[in-house]
């Protein structure tokens, strides 16, 4: 940085036209020398020309250069210089004369042949038209006591007229007193009023400088003047007209003034036209030049107009036609237009290096000034350059320099000059965004220091102290009047964060608002540590202990900021203060406000995930509050519970508010239903309403079957205050009455009624005709099955179709609807009824679909164990045993808890219970055993036991003795062997014993031997005796010549048979055989033959045969 001590330089450089051409290319010095020569020559048409140039690039320079040619020659010529702008206020013919004559007289121009003094009073001189006015003025104390003297005479007659005789205030009796108010009150008043305006007025003589020093006397005397002053005051006013010259009249005076002149000619130039902000101001100069110069020469008179065509061109034309209007406009006036050519670039610089040497001489190295340069080239636009801005640019920088006195570097005050618009319209964010800069921005590479020079430059401090009044001022005021756009911008600022810190850690939160607050604070938090700004967050949460209440009745965006950035023992304290302000200020404020703060405070927590639990109390409404409070609740809150806002009212309250409701029990509670059911749903042990139910079910019995809108609004009420189960119904009478009067009427009522009209067919056979109709179709089956619910539960309807036999299509329809579709009521049914009606309902309602009513019936599983127990699950029947044989016992709770109950029970049956139940094969004990045993499900622990086998031997004993006869169930008897569901040590000694006895009678039926078979094949040991063998091939075998079951079912069994026999019988066994042979496999028949002594048989029977046949031959 350069020294500034030199006491000649910095210094400020002349911007007034020297009349010299420093610019190499000489553009000036030729225009000049041009209109010199067209002068001097007297060559032009009408001695009117244009110097055309933008605004300060030397037009006046020009016009000075020109000057010096005639002032350095021989010529007499005088010049003047006619500022249109500085006369822009008074822009006449009178002043352009008058100028002209004031400059010549001055300069000593004239030959003294006119009285020029006498001339300039004669055309400056105004006419005047005088007019006075009078006005008198009367003093307002000579009013008031006129007033009060003309009142009482008129009173006076009043009273001796028409008051006299009349008796106006008879309540008082004193005469002089009526007298006194009727006649002389009002006027008195006014008569002292005026008194004392008079002395006001005497007194007022004090305060005046003229007259206070006049005598009591001279005082008196002009208060007593009517009129105030010693005559009538008056108010003049005059009128003056100043006329303007005639164009006559200023050819005549302009004629006289060039035929006076000493010089051979006159030059007029007309300046700064093209600055004129009027365009009317434009163009009636504009008219006046042409009118007098162009239009007629003037010998001798040369008139020189330099303007900016761009600036002019503004106030000619508008629009498209702006360039066309401006150019016939100068081509009218102009015999000739020269326009100034702006510099080349070399020439710029050699004239900005000049002008700033000018200045500040050699403070500054040619590095300095070449950077000066180059940043005044980057940030000026060529186009737009001119001389005059580089002269007003360097003495601007020469006012910074003093200014500032080598503490700021001269580029910093250059670029501050520069970019000056863009700073100051917002020096804080400009300085933080260095937003300013734009190509020069290469040159200002440390920001820091850019940063602290253009602070100290815009606030005019120390460079030490300029961030400080940037940021910490502007820091502090932010907290008062928050701008987050400016906000944003600074917080770049390299400073930021220190004077941030310094102003929050000396500052008292308390004293600012807490939004302002909470907005800084939240748009600082991703420039600061995450620490950081948690402190500063925990400092204010700690400074609002004093705030007013209107802080805390609503829960505003200041406090769900300060939450998501606290402590939680700090967000506790702010939660509860909230809380606790809404409570104490809800009496001041509408229900609407509490709920709405309550309900957004913890709505808020919850989304956020907040660990925090505010202290809630319980605030109690009146039901009509309440009840608003529940229907807008119902409406908004979605994470906030009922409990958790802790809003009651007093229940015995809200039943009294609907049952004595003014305008009926049955309208205000149907108005709202909607938020009697939103309580009953969301908390149903507490909102009962078991009185208004109560009152409302009293009402059915008196409800007119024709008030249908009652009907509608009661069976709605009824079903919202039981809910989703069964409630007081309808007389079938009041039914009837309905559907006479209204039919079939497709609305919610009517489907009411026919729901209602079914909850009664147990007891009531269906006579009503559009009821009946009803019945036989399933049209409506859909809309019915909504609602059935409400009049009869699941299980009562099953029970009307089938113990009361109603087999209508829409009950049917109704049950398989219900049986998947709960339609979200709680359902009932007994559970033993099914099990005792499984059949029916399989065989009169399911059909096929028994297996869905099986998966319906799965919701009642937790009952079964109560309703089925071993004391009855023989007596509910055997189709529930056929439904075990139909799916097994895994795939239906119901199945497997009776498969579980019945085994339980068959354990536990003793030898004469089996003995009873053998003979009755169709009982539910031998069914069920023959389920069981036929799915595989049988525990052979009950058919093993010896109680079971004791009997068994009993029943088969008894049947083969012939005290039974042979059972039907045959594969059940035989099943049990197949399966090894007995117990084989004891079945060898009943076989046995059972053979014996059937060998003992004479001859045995078939069914017997078919029954037996099994057994003594399989188990009876003595049959391997050569007698029984014989026995048994006589009674057993041998009669089943027309039966291939034994020999196809038992060839081996036979085999051992016939081996144990003696031949007793082989031929007529042989011939049997032969005779069955071809029904029964040839494989068993060969088998037995051929495992037998009958091999023999058959090989003699075929050799003998072949022998025959031999002798035959």
Known sequence: MSDLTNQEFPKFISSTPTGDDIF???????????????????????????????????????????????????????????????????????????????????????????????????LLAKKSTKNTYKFPKIKFYWILITTSILLFSFFDIVHEDFLSSMDIIKSYSNPKLKLFLVKYLFPAILFVWGI???????????????????????????????????????????????????????????????????????????DNMDRLSHSTKVLSLWSSIYTFFSEEKKANVWVIIPYDKEHLSGHFGEGNNEDIKTDNFIGKTFSTI??????????????????????????????????????????????????????????????????????????????????????????????????????????????????????????????????????????????????????????????????????????????????????????????????????YWEKFANSIDNKTESEFITFKDWHKNTLLNVSKKTGLKLSNRIVQTSFENYKQKKSTDYYVTIHDLLDFIKKKSLDINPNVKNMEFSPTDFLSYIDDFSHFSKNVSLQEMNISSDLKELDDYFIHAETGMINVTHEWLHVIDYLIKKDKKVYKFNDLSRKIEEQIPLIAYNKKDDIDKIVEILKVLNGKKEHKAFETNFLNNYLNTYGNEDDGVYFNIIANYISLLGATTPTNQYLLVELNRIDNSDKIAEIIQYYINYGDLLKIIIDSGRNYALLKELAKKLTTNSYGFTQTLSSLWVYENIGRLQDNLFNKDIEIF??????????????????????????????????????????????????????????????????????????????????????????????????????????????????????????????????????????????????????????????????????????????????????????????????????????????????????????????????????????????????????SIIEKESENEIHEE
């Not at 005497?202 to 008196?220: A, G, M, V």
């Not at 290469?442 to 820091?448: A, C, I, Q, S």
């Not at 536990?908 to 069981?932: G, I, K, R």
């Not at 007529?1068 to 032969?1074: A, G, K, R």
């Open 196 to 270: 004392v305006e008079l002395f006001k007025g005497y007194f007022e003589y004090d305060k005046d400088e003229k007259t206070k020093s006049l005598k009591w006397k001279e005082r008196l005397k002009r208060l007593f003047y009517v009129f105030s002053g010693n005559d009538i005051e008056t108010e003049e006013l005059e009128n003056i007209f100043e006329e303007e010259p005639s164009v006559r009249q200023f050819k005549v005076y302009f004629e006289k003034i060039i035929n006076d002149l000493k010089s051979e000619g006159l030059i007029i130039v007309f």
């Open 24 to 122: 190499e290319g000489q553009s000036q010095e030729k225009i000049s020398s041009t209109i010199f020569k067209l002068i001097k020559e007297k060559s032009l048409t009408n001695n009117v020309m244009g110097l055309e140039g933008k605004w300060g690039s030397g037009k006046s320079n020009v016009i000075e250069n020109l000057r010096g040619k005639f002032d350095n020659c021989d010529l007499n010529y005088d010049f003047f210089t006619y500022d249109a702008w500085g006369h822009q206020e008074d822009l006449t013919r009178k002043t352009f004369l008058e100028e002209l004559i004031f400059q010549l007289k001055i300069n000593d121009r004239f030959n003294e042949n006119i009285d020029w003094e006498e001339e300039l009073k004669k």
């Open 854 to 1099: 099986l998966s319906s019936f799965e919701g009642w599983s937790q009952h079964f164990q109560k309703r089925i127990t071993d004391k009855n699950v023989f007596d509910i029947g055997t189709p529930i045993i056929d439904l075990v044989y139909d799916f097994g016992v895994e795939k239906f709770k119901s199945l497997k808890h009776y498969y579980e109950v019945a085994s339980n029970k068959l354990k536990t049956l003793d030898e004469d219970t089996w003995a009873a139940n053998f003979s009755e094969p169709d009982h539910s004990v031998m069914s069920a055993l023959d389920c069981f045993m036929t799915n595989g499900l049988l525990n052979t622990s009950i058919t093993k036991s010896p109680a079971f086998m004791s009997a068994y031997e009993k029943y088969l004993k008894n049947i083969s003795k012939r005290e039974i006869d042979v059972p039907a169930n045959k594969d059940f008897w035989n099943g049990l062997l197949e399966n090894d569901c007995l117990d084989n040590r004891k079945l060898k000694r009943i076989y046995n014993d059972i053979l014996d006895l059937l060998l003992d009678n004479s001859e045995l039926d078939i069914s017997e031997i078919m029954f037996f078979s099994y057994g003594l094949f399989n188990y009876a040991t003595n049959i391997s005796e050569t007698h029984k063998a014989d026995e048994f091939i006589r009674k057993i075998i041998l009669p089943m010549e027309d039966n291939n079951i034994l020999i196809e079912t038992f060839p081996n069994q036979i085999i051992k048979v016939i081996n144990s026999a003696s031949s007793q019988y082989h031929q007529e066994l042989y011939d049997l055989l032969i005779k069955i042979n071809d029904i029964v496999r040839s494989s068993s028949i060969n088998l037995i033959i051929s495992k037998t002594k009958l091999k023999e048989l058959k090989e």
């Open 338 to 535: 020269f326009r100034i050519s702006p510099p080349v670039l070399s020439d710029w610089k050699r004239f900005f290096d000049l002008k700033f040497k000018e200045a500040f001489g050699s403070i500054y190295n040619d590095e300095e000034i070449e950077f000066i340069s180059s940043l005044y080239e980057i940030v000026f636009d060529l186009k737009n350059r001119r001389p005059r801005d580089i002269i007003t640019f360097v003495n601007n920088l020469v006012s910074l320099s003093l200014q500032h006195n080598s503490s700021v570097d001269i580029k910093y005050l250059a670029l501050f000059l520069l970019r000056k618009k863009e700073i100051l319209e917002n020096p804080l964010t400009a300085i933080s965004t260095k937003s300013f800069m734009q190509g020069e921005k290469y040159l200002f590479m440390d920001e820091k220091e850019l940063e602290q020079n253009i602070a100290s430059i815009v606030y005019n401090v120390d460079k030490e102290k300029a961030n400080e009044v940037l940021l910490r001022n502007s820091i502090e005021d932010m907290f008062i009047r928050p701008d987050l756009e400016v906000l944003k911008q600074i917080k770049d600022h390299s400073d930021f964060k220190t004077y941030l810190d310094n102003v929050i850690q000396k500052s008292d939160f308390s004293r600012f608002m807490c939004q302002n607050v909470s907005l800084i604070l939240e748009e600082v938090k991703d420039t600061l540590g995450q620490t950081t700004i948690r402190g």
